[in-house]
């Protein structure tokens, strides 16, 4: 999993410059898509990198690449910079967003494959992983032709059944579920309060959690996938064993020392 983590030293940049942002509570300024932050420097890095938040840019503090910009900066482009290369810009910052979803979509296939419940379908993740992999070598011009929404549809059959799987194993106790599962797909939660609710195992898929208060609840074996944590309360939260839950959805959350954490995952700087 180490090169599905972001590497800033080995990259251009690209989230800086080849993404779009607009001016809200999460960025101070509007800034369009292929064109440079203006606190981006020269040497590719962030001139007010050490004080982001008190900026107005905690939505960069969130930001996950899933290590796609050193892919396409040290791989896809071998190492040749975009910084006065137009044409090279251009398809850069075009191939980018691409490797992003490539690598986001390997990060929940490789997730799902330390899960002991799979097993029926572990040959089958491991496939989808290694031609996913295969799709991550190509051509910025090949990987710009790709139908990515299709794929994504594709593998997201295997997330829905690995998400199954593992509830199902976690709550098996030799006579059928103890519990039916809290389904809470595509919600809107925000602001919601379930403070120390047993939500062990809830299907959060696509769920809008922003400025949800989840403080002391029990989330062990949630599904997080697409889910919207933004200014959600964490603070002593359970979310150990919770399943594809990524480090920019804990990045743009609220949470402190208490929280319980999955191991593929770090605590954010900014908790306390």
Same mark, same amino acid.
């Given at each position: 999993?180490?090169?599905?983590?972001?590497?800033?030293?080995?990259?251009?940049? &690209?989230?800086?410059?080849?993404?779009?942002?607009?001016?809200?509570? *999460?960025?101070?300024?509007? $800034?369009?898509? $292929? +064109?440079?932050?203006?606190?981006?420097?020269?040497?590719?890095?962030?001139?007010?990198?050490?004080?982001?938040?008190?900026?107005?840019?905690?939505?960069?503090?969130?930001?996950?690449?899933?290590?796609? /910009?050193?892919?396409?900066?040290?791989?896809?482009?071998?190492?040749? *910079?975009?910084?006065?290369?137009?044409?090279?810009?251009? $398809?850069?910052?075009?191939?980018?967003?691409? +490797?992003? +979803?490539?690598?986001?979509?390997?990060?929940?296939?490789?997730?799902?494959?330390?899960?002991?419940?799979? /097993?029926?379908?572990?040959?089958?993740?491991?496939?989808?992983?290694?031609?996913?992999?295969?799709? #991550?070598?190509?051509?910025?011009?090949?990987?710009?032709?790709?139908?990515?929404?299709?794929?994504?549809?594709?593998?997201?059959?295997?997330?829905?059944?690995?998400? /199954?799987?593992?509830?199902? #194993?976690?709550?098996?106790?030799?006579?059928?579920?103890?519990?039916?599962?809290? *389904?809470?797909?595509?919600?809107? &939660?925000?602001?919601?309060?379930?403070?120390?609710?047993? &939500?062990?195992?809830?299907?959060?898929? /696509?769920?809008?959690?922003?400025?949800?208060?989840?403080?002391?609840?029990?989330?062990?074996?949630?599904?997080?996938?697409?889910?919207? &944590?933004?200014?959600?309360?964490?603070?002593?939260?359970?979310?150990?064993?919770?399943?594809?839950?990524?480090?920019?959805?804990?990045?743009?959350?609220?949470?402190?020392?208490?929280?319980?954490?999955?191991?593929?995952?770090?605590?954010?700087?900014?908790?306390?």
């Amino acid at each position: 999993m180490a090169e599905l983590r972001p590497d800033c030293s080995r990259c251009f940049g &690209l989230c800086c410059a080849a993404l779009p942002f607009t001016h809200s509570a *999460d960025f101070a300024i509007d $800034k369009p898509a $292929k +064109m440079p932050c203006p606190n981006l420097q020269a040497d590719c890095r962030c001139l007010i990198h050490s004080c982001l938040r008190e900026k107005g840019f905690k939505g960069c503090i969130a930001f996950e690449c899933f290590g796609a /910009g050193q892919k396409v900066s040290e791989q896809t482009f071998a190492g040749v *910079d975009w910084h006065g290369h137009k044409k090279t810009a251009e $398809k850069m910052f075009a191939v980018f967003p691409k +490797m992003i +979803m490539l690598h986001e979509l390997l990060w929940y296939l490789n997730e799902a494959l330390i899960h002991p419940a799979v /097993g029926p379908i572990r040959s089958e993740l491991s496939h989808a992983s290694a031609e996913t992999e295969k799709l #991550t070598r190509l051509s910025a011009e090949s990987i710009n032709a790709l139908d990515l929404h299709a794929l994504q549809a594709k593998l997201n059959q295997l997330f829905v059944e690995t998400s /199954g799987r593992v509830w199902r #194993t976690s709550q098996s106790d030799g006579a059928g579920l103890r519990k039916k599962r809290a *389904d809470f797909c595509n919600a809107d &939660l925000i602001g919601k309060n379930f403070c120390k609710m047993d &939500l062990s195992g809830a299907n959060f898929r /696509g769920a809008y959690l922003i400025a949800a208060d989840l403080s002391h609840a029990d989330l062990s074996g949630a599904d997080f996938i697409g889910a919207d &944590l933004r200014d959600a309360n964490l603070c002593g939260a359970n979310l150990t064993d919770s399943i594809f839950l990524t480090q920019a959805q804990l990045n743009s959350a609220q949470g402190d020392a208490a929280t319980r954490l999955p191991v593929l995952l770090d605590r954010p700087m900014h908790w306390h």
